[in-house]
């Protein structure tokens, strides 16, 4: 076993490689960008190198300076995580030139499934089956296009070095087949500096169900399945082991066609191997071909953790230390049941667009696996994926660990940001996936409804009203006076509607005037109780006041003087939804514009959103370059005010 190694990533990932390292007495070596200088991952490790500036070209993607790192401090190994360096086969190869140790494949094996299409055509003759398809070398528009008419709508198109969805468009007609074709180079381009792509038959009830492998070079194991099925835009959200409507049968024969593909190209360490599986007719032994394998330690892992019981970071570092594979596949276990959710800083009513922030409270539910590298204080930045953390539940059934589930979300506290936290739990609540009912389109289905959080109670209305009082605490009620009846309106704002309760303050209690209802509340020497039930937590940080009922409601504090002060008539203005690149600009000053019209496309966490003209008008100003960094709610593109458009 090694002495010391060094984890070139940032994160959970990088604290959950902590977790198990200390497990084993093996010493640690954090790397880190000046974003990341008081990061969780810094604070865990036993030392930490300084590699270089905040976006990711210039620290973790910097595979000299890693390795650099690792030779001053003596660490004899390197642990990649996932995403960065963790596919990278040059990488690998400088690792091993440097004298020190990939914890992971090769870079053949790497190189070998690295290139989607080529990885088809080796897992074919592997005897392993693959979704019919244009794998070809030729990138022409039209020979793409007339692969797509053979291989029949609707389609996929898809990077051929891409992976989580980046890349990825699916197309159901032939006249949408360029633009999407366009925007999917455009896409793999910006992500994987490779623009070529493959076509893909479309699975019409598509479930996407991946397999664990684990090999040493010579050989390898299956560790079971999981379930990736809840997706949004091919990202996934929800993912649990066993798959639901698994059966013994299959089980095998997807596990062995697995096997035969990490055995193909010599596999050594933890790799998954992704099947799209047909799922109009349940599960069949014939229904299932191979998309894609992933040479590294998945995001997902976890739950393959704790339905087996074993440490995949311990078998990482123990098979890169020279053993061999530590369990045979019949010894290989499966108990029970267990779900993950990717809590993200999001704007869900936004569109999911990624949020920033200072995270003023982190709080998770007793009782269940929370993987994180975030900590009360820590901010959210625009330079990494806005993961929050991983929450993992196992129970003996798949309903008991998804009423765990629901009970970890509902008891998981997140103040400073925004988050998908109520998206999480109207899907575990959803009726079809309680049942096990999952597609790769359950989401899209039903987004409607699995967005619509519910209003805040009449009682977190009061608690936020309270709270931006400052009557949370003891002490002289601010903005109230002894000489005038105690009375006073609390301007605020949920999901950008105007709220304004009226407290009544009396001693110890105070009634709040919501809308049409009133409420009690009273300060005990337990705390805030309204209605005779203790209240919700509030937390306050700056203008923002979070109350905790529910998956939390945000309530921003209104200044009045700056609403008076803010004037002029909306949709005059294009702003940037989330901090990210403005990768392309499509209109100039004085082009007319109408409604829904492309204006401009941003790039954040490597997606690109496009944004629209708010309304039918003329381009007063463009106010950015394409290739400017710019923050949230940044003014973009100017159009003339109305009422001089229109003269």
Same mark, same amino acid.
């Given at each position: 076993?090694?002495?010391?190694?060094?984890?070139?990533?940032?994160?959970?990932?990088?604290?959950?490689?902590?977790?198990?390292?200390?497990?084993?007495?093996?010493?640690?070596?954090?790397?880190?960008?000046?974003?990341?200088?008081?990061?969780?991952?810094?604070?865990?490790?036993?030392?930490?190198?300084?590699?270089?500036?905040?976006?990711?070209?210039?620290?973790?993607?910097?595979?000299?300076?890693?390795?650099?790192?690792?030779?001053?401090?003596?660490?004899?190994?390197?642990?990649?995580?996932?995403?960065?360096?963790?596919?990278?086969?040059?990488?690998?190869?400088?690792?091993?030139?440097?004298?020190?140790?990939?914890?992971?494949?090769?870079?053949?094996?790497?190189?070998?499934?690295?290139?989607?299409?080529?990885?088809?055509?080796?897992?074919?003759?592997?005897?392993?089956?693959?979704?019919?398809?244009?794998?070809?070398?030729?990138?022409?528009?039209?020979?793409?296009?007339?692969?797509?008419?053979?291989?029949?709508?609707?389609?996929?198109?898809?990077?051929?070095?891409?992976?989580?969805?980046?890349?990825?468009?699916?197309?159901?007609?032939?006249?949408?087949?360029?633009?999407?074709?366009?925007?999917?180079?455009?896409?793999?381009?910006?992500?994987?500096?490779?623009?070529?792509?493959?076509?893909?038959?479309?699975?019409?009830?598509?479930?996407?169900?991946?397999?664990?492998?684990?090999?040493?070079?010579?050989?390898?194991?299956?560790?079971?399945?999981?379930?990736?099925?809840?997706?949004?835009?091919?990202?996934?959200?929800?993912?649990?082991?066993?798959?639901?409507?698994?059966?013994?049968?299959?089980?095998?024969?997807?596990?062995?066609?697995?096997?035969?593909?990490?055995?193909?190209?010599?596999?050594?360490?933890?790799?998954?191997?992704?099947?799209?599986?047909?799922?109009?007719?349940?599960?069949?032994?014939?229904?299932?071909?191979?998309?894609?394998?992933?040479?590294?330690?998945?995001?997902?892992?976890?739950?393959?953790?704790?339905?087996?019981?074993?440490?995949?970071?311990?078998?990482?570092?123990?098979?890169?230390?020279?053993?061999?594979?530590?369990?045979?596949?019949?010894?290989?276990?499966?108990?029970?049941?267990?779900?993950?959710?990717?809590?993200?800083?999001?704007?869900?009513?936004?569109?999911?667009?990624?949020?920033?922030?200072?995270?003023?409270?982190?709080?998770?539910?007793?009782?269940?696996?929370?993987?994180?590298?975030?900590?009360?204080?820590?901010?959210?930045?625009?330079?990494?994926?806005?993961?929050?953390?991983?929450?993992?539940?196992?129970?003996?059934?798949?309903?008991?660990?998804?009423?765990?589930?629901?009970?970890?979300?509902?008891?998981?506290?997140?103040?400073?940001?925004?988050?998908?936290?109520?998206?999480?739990?109207?899907?575990?609540?959803?009726?079809?996936?309680?049942?096990?009912?999952?597609?790769?389109?359950?989401?899209?289905?039903?987004?409607?409804?699995?967005?619509?959080?519910?209003?805040?109670?009449?009682?977190?209305?009061?608690?936020?009203?309270?709270?931006?009082?400052?009557?949370?605490?003891?002490?002289?009620?601010?903005?109230?006076?002894?000489?005038?009846?105690?009375?006073?309106?609390?301007?605020?704002?949920?999901?950008?509607?105007?709220?304004?309760?009226?407290?009544?303050?009396?001693?110890?209690?105070?009634?709040?005037?919501?809308?049409?209802?009133?409420?009690?509340?009273?300060?005990?020497?337990?705390?805030?109780?309204?209605?005779?039930?203790?209240?919700?937590?509030?937390?306050?940080?700056?203008?923002?006041?979070?109350?905790?009922?529910?998956?939390?409601?945000?309530?921003?504090?209104?200044?009045?003087?700056?609403?008076?002060?803010?004037?002029?008539?909306?949709?005059?203005?294009?702003? %940037? @939804?989330?901090? &990210?690149? *403005?990768?392309?600009?499509? +209109?100039?000053? /004085?082009?007319? !514009? =109408? #409604?829904? $019209?492309?204006?401009?496309?941003?790039?954040?966490?490597?997606?690109?959103?496009?944004?629209? %003209? @708010?309304?039918? &008008?003329? *381009?007063?100003?463009?106010? +950015?370059?394409? /290739?400017?960094? !710019? =923050? #949230?709610? $940044?003014?973009?593109?100017?159009?003339?005010?109305?009422?001089?458009?229109?003269?």
């Amino acid at each position: 076993m090694f002495d010391k190694i060094l984890i070139a990533n940032r994160g959970e990932i990088a604290c959950r490689v902590i977790d198990t390292c200390r497990r084993l007495g093996v010493a640690t070596v954090a790397v880190y960008s000046d974003a990341d200088r008081d990061a969780r991952h810094v604070a865990m490790a036993d030392e930490a190198v300084h590699i270089g500036g905040s976006a990711p070209a210039e620290s973790y993607l910097k595979g000299d300076r890693i390795i650099a790192a690792a030779q001053e401090t003596g660490a004899q190994a390197i642990h990649p995580g996932y995403g960065f360096l963790s596919e990278n086969p040059d990488f690998v190869e400088a690792v091993d030139a440097a004298g020190l140790v990939f914890i992971g494949p090769s870079a053949t094996a790497i190189r070998a499934m690295g290139l989607k299409d080529a990885a088809k055509a080796l897992m074919e003759e592997a005897g392993v089956p693959v979704v019919p398809g244009y794998h070809g070398a030729d990138q022409s528009d039209d020979v793409l296009a007339q692969a797509a008419g053979e291989v029949g709508y609707p389609v996929l198109i898809k990077a051929v070095a891409g992976g989580g969805g980046k890349g990825m468009r699916l197309v159901e007609r032939s006249g949408d087949f360029a633009d999407a074709l366009a925007s999917a180079r455009s896409e793999a381009h910006t992500a994987f500096g490779n623009p070529d792509v493959l076509i893909e038959k479309y699975v019409t009830a598509p479930r996407h169900i991946e397999v664990q492998v684990f090999g040493d070079g010579n050989s390898a194991v299956h560790l079971n399945e999981r379930d990736c099925s809840l997706q949004r835009r091919h990202q996934k959200v929800i993912e649990e082991a066993p798959a639901p409507g698994m059966t013994p049968e299959v089980r095998a024969a997807m596990g062995n066609a697995a096997v035969r593909a990490a055995e193909a190209i010599g596999y050594a360490g933890a790799g998954t191997v992704e099947f799209i599986v047909d799922g109009s007719d349940g599960l069949r032994p014939d229904g299932f071909w191979f998309m894609e394998m992933n040479t590294r330690l998945q995001v997902e892992h976890p739950v393959t953790e704790e339905i087996t019981g074993i440490d995949l970071v311990e078998w990482q570092l123990r098979v890169a230390a020279g053993e061999g594979l530590p369990m045979a596949q019949a010894d290989i276990p499966l108990r029970g049941h267990a779900f993950e959710a990717r809590l993200y800083a999001e704007d869900v009513p936004a569109g999911f667009l990624p949020a920033t922030g200072r995270l003023a409270h982190l709080e998770f539910a007793p009782g269940c696996r929370a993987e994180t590298g975030v900590r009360t204080g820590d901010v959210i930045s625009p330079f990494y994926d806005p993961m929050i953390a991983k929450i993992v539940t196992r129970g003996a059934t798949r309903a008991i660990a998804l009423s765990s589930m629901r009970a970890a979300l509902r008891d998981t506290r997140v103040a400073g940001t925004v988050t998908n936290l109520g998206f999480l739990a109207a899907l575990c609540a959803h009726d079809g996936f309680v049942v096990g009912e999952v597609d790769t389109g359950l989401i899209a289905r039903d987004l409607e409804a699995l967005v619509a959080a519910p209003p805040p109670s009449a009682g977190a209305v009061a608690m936020a009203a309270i709270a931006a009082a400052g009557l949370l605490s003891p002490g002289p009620a601010a903005g109230f006076t002894l000489w005038e009846p105690l009375r006073r309106s609390v301007p605020l704002e949920h999901d950008g509607a105007p709220v304004t309760p009226v407290l009544e303050v009396a001693g110890e209690r105070i009634v709040i005037h919501v809308d049409e209802d009133s409420v009690t509340a009273e300060r005990t020497s337990s705390g805030w109780r309204i209605a005779g039930r203790a209240a919700p937590a509030v937390v306050v940080s700056g203008e923002l006041v979070t109350v905790f009922e529910g998956a939390g409601h945000g309530f921003r504090v209104v200044d009045p003087l700056s609403v008076a002060a803010a004037g002029g008539p909306a949709g005059d203005v294009v702003e %940037a @939804p989330m901090p &990210g690149l *403005v990768k392309a600009l499509f +209109v100039a000053p /004085g082009d007319r !514009v =109408e #409604a829904g $019209a492309k204006m401009a496309i941003m790039e954040a966490m490597k997606m690109e959103h496009t944004l629209t %003209a @708010p309304r039918d &008008g003329t *381009v007063a100003e463009v106010l +950015v370059s394409e /290739g400017a960094q !710019v =923050e #949230a709610h $940044a003014a973009l593109i100017a159009l003339e005010p109305e009422e001089d458009a229109n003269t």
